[in-house]
């Protein structure tokens, strides 16, 4: 996002931005991103968002900890230090479910984590593009990349104006 103009629409409402968001892209307008102060039920279908697949990262993370706590188990307990506690076989299932659990659990938390760290472009170098202040207290804004519109500044000014904008400004970032 090195030195790209964008077209900043600040709304009042969360209401007047969900409508404004089907408004401009009814209009052939590319949104570049909307930031709310909290999240807005049906935001991301109307920005035409793709479910997201953070699932199936969390099931394969998941099994990936449930194998290696059976594997940690089963090879310790039974292979590497047998002990005979009561008369017991070497691998018992049931006294290993909670360790089973709690790996799975952590390797599924913390995989998921990661993966959403690397998938957003998130890390400690990163430095956010805060496009104006107030979307952390109060205000609506959506973000237009000018780069990728074909319209014209002004027909998109005007687009942004009807569909309730109280403000509209350029930044450069």
């Known amino acids: 996002m090195a030195n790209n103009k964008f077209l900043i629409g600040v709304y009042n409402d969360e209401d007047t931005i969900l409508h404004a968001v089907s408004d401009v892209r009814g209009g052939g307008v590319n949104i570049h991103e909307v930031y709310t102060p909290y999240a807005i039920h049906g935001m991301d279908q109307a920005l035409g968002y793709k ?3 953070m699932g199936v990262a969390a099931f394969l993370f998941g099994i990936t900890g449930t194998a290696l706590a059976f594997l940690l188990t089963f090879w310790t307990l039974g292979f590497d230090w047998p002990m005979n506690i009561g008369g017991k076989n070497f691998i018992p299932f049931p006294t290993n479910i909670p360790i089973v659990f709690e790996l799975t659990v952590l390797l599924a938390s913390y995989g998921m984590a990661f993966t959403f760290f690397v998938m957003e472009g998130l890390g400690p170098t990163t430095k956010p593009v805060i496009f104006d202040q107030r979307i952390t207290d109060d205000k609506f804004v959506m973000a237009i990349d000018l780069s990728k519109n074909k319209d014209s500044e002004k027909n998109i000014t005007e ?6 904008a109280v403000e509209v400004n350029v930044k450069e970032v």
């Open 51 to 53: 479910r997201a697949s």
């Open 159 to 164: 687009i942004l104006s009807k569909s309730g």
